[in-house]
């Protein structure tokens, strides 16, 4: 009975959403991805034609859809959508994102974009983002959604390492840059001469650049803070709406300008103010709907930055001081993580790895042994040589320490890493007796760093390997321990 409640309750919150694809593989990644998460219900289409037909029986909250496809093309479906259904979002998937295709997209009114080769975390998120967005956006108080959804939003984020911003593919962590982009994609997206980003500071009622952007020429040549346009932001401010202002009455603003609030939660984190080029044309309405629809979006993703960098610095903060705890009884591990750290992200990068991968190898490194905080030190400070059980006991750590971290669902990719450090290439590592590639890679280059380290330092039971003795080792196991590939790229830059 229970049961059957709680399945009609999820019958009942189940987002409906569309994939068209003609090519099938990509198709069903997307539609596996989404349905094994449990939260929609996926239908498909393998055209623009197809997806119309599917319209014509069902609604659906929001559309994926590849942009190259024979027959109807997917912009041509994009189109189709916005007249015939406007409270679809609709998600294309590009393999050549360029600044063009993404303005034209967004100005027919796509909310964002997938390049290929995509990944599943980048997928779940931004369906997500933007099916919470459409709610936001739909619902009468804004204010009420946000507070019901206040805890839920706080565990979404949680599980969620990546943000993406609207054309902003791999977005830096600086605040800064997001900024300028923002600023950037708003010149192109209206055709206009100046914009800037000025974030309002409550208490002095002041306003402050944070980012400007000029279409051409220098952006020293223009203020954006006059005495003009502080009256029109300061209107903004106050009415938390977004304006456009189409007059010849002021050199400042004239001939038109829109300027629009950028909210984080629900307060006025400041306002992105846009200008049109001198004795042109003036702004349209439809200029200020893409502002608009920009500033939201915009709003909505650096409110997930900024909540998911305050949830990642406290979670960081109590980690390590985990791993303190450790170093008060052994300062090896802490010494030898610090060490095994910096040397895996140097291999990484010297591997090319992006940078992504080496901010996790940063995390995994100094979290790799954190499982020896369950080994008894009668056992972790042995001097002499372990017997069978003890080593058995040392063999826990990388599953104990994938347990201590489990609870912080946003160290996914880190857990593994963690999990697979002493699994061996030949597959006699533990604890899963792993094998080759099937051994996540950065765990390969985890290992490597780990027994390089592990093999120049004292330890308790024997003395320090030459370098050159050490590297005679990791040939000679690779293949039985280590990947060919790391081993290769480490010694290259040993
Ligand atoms: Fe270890």
Same mark, same amino acid.
């Given at each position: ?36 998460? /449990? ?16 319209? #014509? ?74 099916? =919470? ?16 959804? =206040? ?40 055709? /206009? ?55 010849? #009455? ?14 984080? =939660? ?52 109590? @980690? ?46 100094? @979290? ?15 001097? /002499? ?110």
């Amino acid at each position: 009975m229970i049961r059957k409640a709680h399945a009609e309750q999820n019958q009942k919150i189940q987002k409906k959403i569309l994939v068209v694809d003609d090519y099938l593989p990509t198709r069903k990644l997307i539609i596996d991805t989404l349905t094994t998460s /449990g939260n929609y219900r996926v239908d498909e289409a393998e055209n623009g034609q197809q997806a119309v037909h599917r319209f #014509d029986e069902s609604d659906y909250d929001l559309v994926i859809s590849d942009i190259m496809m024979p027959g109807m093309s997917g912009m041509d479906l994009l189109h189709w959508i916005r007249e015939k259904n406007p409270g679809a979002a609709v998600i294309m998937i590009t393999g050549n994102p360029t600044t063009d295709l993404t303005v034209s997209a967004i100005k027919k009114g796509a909310v964002d974009f997938l390049t290929k080769p995509f990944d599943i975390d980048e997928l779940l998120y931004k369906v997500d983002i933007h099916l =919470r967005q459409k709610e936001m956006l739909s619902a009468q108080s804004m204010r009420d959604i946000l507070e019901q959804n =206040r805890i839920k939003d706080t565990t979404v984020e949680l599980s969620k390492r990546s943000y993406i911003y609207d054309a902003i593919e791999d977005a830096p962590m600086d605040n800064d840059v997001i900024f300028e982009k923002i600023a950037e994609l708003s010149l192109q997206l209206v055709d /206009g001469e100046i914009c800037a980003i000025l974030l309002y500071d409550d208490a002095s009622r002041e306003f402050h650049v944070k980012a400007i952007r000029a279409s051409k020429g220098d952006v020293r040549d223009h203020s954006m803070q006059s005495a003009a346009l502080k009256m029109v932001y300061n209107e903004v401010i106050e009415r938390r709406e977004a304006v456009l202002v189409n007059s010849n #009455d002021h050199p400042d603003v004239s001939p038109s300008l829109i300027c629009a609030p950028l909210m984080i =939660r629900n307060a006025i984190l400041g306002i992105l103010s846009i200008r049109k080029k001198k004795n042109r044309e003036v702004f349209s309405k439809r200029d200020l709907h893409h502002i608009l629809s920009l500033t939201k979006r915009a709003s909505l993703n650096l409110e997930n930055k900024i909540l998911y960098e305050s949830i990642y610095s406290s979670v960081m903060d109590t @980690l390590s001081s985990l791993i303190s705890s450790i170093q008060a009884r052994d300062c090896y591990t802490e010494e030898h993580s610090m060490r095994v750290t910096r040397e895996a992200m140097r291999l990484a990068r010297s591997m090319k790895f992006p940078e992504k991968d080496i901010e996790s190898l940063r995390i995994a490194g100094m @979290l790799h042994d954190i499982g020896k905080i369950a080994v008894p030190d009668s056992i972790l400070l042995k001097p /002499g040589k372990l017997s069978e059980e003890e080593y058995l006991i040392i063999k826990n750590h990388p599953t104990i320490g994938e347990n201590i971290v489990k609870p912080i669902i946003l160290l996914e990719k880190e857990r593994r890493i963690i999990q697979c450090h002493h699994e061996r290439w030949d597959g006699s590592g533990y604890p899963h007796g792993l094998k080759g590639p099937d051994i996540p890679v950065l765990a390969r280059i985890l290992a490597v760093a780990d027994a390089y380290d592990a093999m120049t330092n004292n330890r308790p039971y024997r003395p320090a390997m030459s370098r050159e003795r050490a590297i005679e080792e990791l040939i000679q196991n690779v293949n039985v321990q280590f990947d060919p590939d790391v081993v290769n790229a480490y010694i290259k830059i040993l």
